[in-house]
């Protein structure tokens, strides 16, 4: 298995039942470059998605609560 990292996205493309995903990666020059390409079959491009953002809210969840738990331990100043 491998890691792509994504910084952001470049295009999705739908082609022959699969969705391709072009993701760009910032470069050691801060230049955007290609990372790689996410390919999800189409039948599974929803569920997919709606798990992402499903877990991507419930870890905004964890961190604004560490977030708040550091705070009231800091005596309720905030960075």
Avoid: Y
């Avoid at 230049?31 to 599974?44: D, F, H, K, L």
């Avoid at 998605?49 to 009231?72: F, G, V």
């Amino acid at each position: 298995m491998s890691m792509i990292m994504v910084d952001g996205i470049k295009d999705i493309v739908f082609h022959n039942g699969i969705v391709r995903i072009d993701c760009l990666a910032a470069g050691p020059n801060g230049e955007q470059r290609a990372s790689g390409t996410i390919v999800i079959p189409a039948n599974v491009t929803g569920p997919i998605l709606q798990s992402l953002a499903n877990a991507m809210q419930e870890l905004d969840k964890k961190i604004r609560e560490h977030a708040a738990e550091m705070a009231a331990k800091n005596g309720g100043a905030t960075s």
